[in-house]
């Protein structure tokens, strides 16, 4: 499973660090970000991450928390900015 944060979408609330601190960090704007991989979406989620990021999933407001089961494609505007 990977992840990538559609950050055109994030609200800066704070919940995605709070439920997974190891896969959720934000740049100085408070805009989140992927930890892994810099939000690149390319670096699977650890398996012992998984709990917290589906915790982190569920709750995001805005959806703005994106994952499927292969690598995102390279970074596009959405990513940007970090
Ligand atoms: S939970 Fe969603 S809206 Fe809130 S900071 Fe994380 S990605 Fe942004």
Redesign the pocket.
């Known amino acids: 499973m990977y992840s990538r ?3 055109e ?9 709070l ?1 997974a601190p190891a896969l ?1 960090n ?1 740049d100085k704007e ?3 970000y992927y930890r892994p991989d810099n939000n690149q979406g390319t670096t699977p989620i650890p398996s012992d991450q998984l709990a917290a990021f589906k915790q ?1 999933y569920r ?7 994106k994952r499927q089961n292969k690598p995102f494609p390279p970074e596009n505007k959405s990513t940007t900015h970090l």
């Open positions: 944060v559609q950050r979408e994030c609200i800066a609330c704070g919940l995605c660090q439920r959720f934000y408070g805009i989140a982190a709750d995001c407001p805005t959806g703005a928390i």
